[in-house]
């Protein structure tokens, strides 16, 4: 089974209320060969919401306590990302996730590149939280962008 963004199946989780639509990747969930998972809501945000960004480097330090996710009106949020990371993983584990396809530029689902911190636009090389904790737990995890190119893509033929 392949794990992907709950917000580029076209759901209107994003924190701005939008989504972030991939046809490919929805097309793979209504193939039923993907499920969709939104870490932040599971981290028990609503939408929409603050957006935030982690300060300090990335997913990685901010699982080992070197790092915090912090939003746009400066209120630590980094424990409500961690725990949907973990929520995140747990179903990861439960679905036997092959492939995971994570929306890029997040703080919890980017998986090469994430803001910097400083809510300017600016991007710098990283993961965000979640797929942090996957790529710690041996997941394989692709950008939406890897995924068109095919690096490590599933097929959406059925
Ligand atoms: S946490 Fe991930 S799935 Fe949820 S809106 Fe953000 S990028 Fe999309």
Same mark, same amino acid.
């Given at each position: 089974?392949?794990?992907?963004?709950?917000?580029?199946?076209?759901?209107?989780?994003?924190?701005?209320?939008?989504?972030?639509?991939?046809?490919?990747?929805?097309?793979?969930?209504?193939?039923?060969?993907?499920?969709?998972?939104?870490?932040?809501?599971?981290?028990?945000?609503?939408?929409?919401?603050?957006?935030?960004?982690?300060?300090?480097?990335?997913?990685?330090?901010?699982?080992?306590?070197?790092?915090?996710?912090?939003?746009?009106?400066?209120?630590?949020?980094?424990? /409500?990302? #961690?725990?949907?990371? @973990?929520?995140?993983?747990?179903?990861?584990?439960?679905? %036997?996730? $092959?492939?995971?396809? *994570? &929306?890029?530029?997040?703080?919890?689902?980017?998986? /090469?590149? #994430?803001?910097?911190? @400083?809510?300017?636009?600016?991007?710098?090389?990283?993961? %965000?939280? $979640?797929?942090?904790? *996957? &790529?710690?737990?041996?997941?394989?995890?692709?950008?939406?962008?890897?995924?068109?190119?095919?690096?490590?893509?599933?097929?959406?033929?059925?």
């Amino acid at each position: 089974m392949i794990l992907v963004s709950s917000c580029l199946a076209g759901l209107e989780v994003r924190y701005d209320g939008n989504h972030s639509l991939h046809s490919k990747v929805r097309r793979l969930v209504e193939h039923k060969k993907a499920v969709t998972v939104c870490p932040e809501l599971l981290g028990g945000f609503g939408t929409p919401r603050e957006p935030a960004e982690i300060i300090g480097e990335s997913g990685e330090d901010v699982l080992d306590g070197n790092a915090r996710v912090v939003d746009k009106t400066g209120k630590d949020v980094t424990a /409500s990302y #961690i725990e949907g990371a @973990e929520k995140a993983l747990e179903i990861a584990k439960r679905v %036997g996730a $092959t492939t995971i396809i *994570l &929306k890029e530029n997040s703080p919890s689902c980017g998986s /090469s590149m #994430i803001y910097n911190g @400083e809510f300017n636009g600016k991007k710098v090389v990283g993961d %965000g939280v $979640t797929s942090a904790l *996957l &790529k710690r737990n041996g997941f394989t995890v692709i950008s939406e962008k890897q995924f068109v190119e095919g690096n490590g893509s599933p097929s959406v033929e059925s």
